[in-house]
């Protein structure tokens, strides 16, 4: 009877450890918020040469919004091209392929002479996590929204709809952005009324950049202005190449190169405001596809957070996406010279 008491406190005391350890990982491969901040200054702490780790502004909450300088001989005159992730806060892989998409860019750098001489040309930046309250609030719910929701900042704000608008844009799609405190895609009281916004906005317009790509998912896309009109682009057949690159550089699954308004339009997405008023082509990358995720987790969950984000093929689509972003920057380098389009008076006559 004492054995029998014995091994069955025994399993009790093996399955409460267990369980116990699937708490403290509960979103696993997705890291916490500060093991996230961890990563990025390791990598800027063993690569002094190359990386350097800034702030850039601080989120709601206060949580401080980083960036990372990818390049030798750093100086403000070279051109920049920037990656951004994690501005819709359960989008974790988003955040994630902005990460490894730097770590793939400084191994490069090490074993190709290429990738060597290309970053000491050009800066890469890499925000991978534009919306860090977002995140964190998703992380410590389990992979739920809580009160703010599963894309919005602390203000209940989502980011990707709260840059400038381009004058005169309307639209009466559900997705396409409001200004209903309520809704899931609320624009917030005015445009970059966020400090996350205003923070990366003031990033790209104070400096030399000739790219954005903004990381989300999930719905195996690469997707060029406009945002919010049906009008072709001016610049499309430069947009078509470089989709064509970032395809190509995939080699498990190419994703659709389309324009953005053709899925669903947008008011207030960065990328119209950065090619309109800015000149700089600025692209969204959509992550994974739902079908590819829901087949990863099977029927064991039904949660919102593994739809959005794979868990068994994570290596699997950061494999893929990687090294197309890193291909699209160069083709982008290589049409472009490093530097913005010429196009700043169509913000005014849209």
Known sequence: ????????????????????AGQTAPLDPYPSLEQFYQELKVLADNNPDLVRLERIGKSVEGRPLYLLRIGYSQTGQKPHA?????IHAEEFIGARLALESAKLLVEQSKTDPAMK??????????IPLSNPDGYNRVYVNNGKGGQGGMRKNAHGVDLNRNFPVVPGAKSRHPLAGNRRPKSSYY??????SEPETKAVA????????????????????????YTHSKTLPPDRDLFLEIGKAFASAQKNHPYRVEQ??????????????NYLKLGIPSFTVEVGTIGGNFSDRGLT????????NPQKKYAYWIGNDAPAVIAALEKTYELTGGKPLELKSQWEKQ
């Open 1 to 20: 009877m004492k054995k029998i008491k014995a091994i069955t406190l025994a399993l009790g005391l093996m399955a409460f450890l267990a369980a116990a």
């Open 82 to 86: 920037l990656i951004a992730g994690g």
């Open 117 to 126: 001489d290309l970053l000491g040309k050009i800066e890469v930046d890499v």
């Open 187 to 192: 624009m917030g009281t005015a445009e970059l």
């Open 202 to 225: 003031d990033l790209v317009t104070n400096d030399h950049y000739f790219l954005v790509l903004n990381l989300h998912s999930v719905a195996g896309k690469f997707l060029y202005p």
């Open 260 to 273: 953005s308004y053709s899925w669903y339009p947008t008011l207030g997405d960065p990328d119209d405001y």
């Open 301 to 308: 969950s039904l949660k919102e957070f593994w739809f959005a």
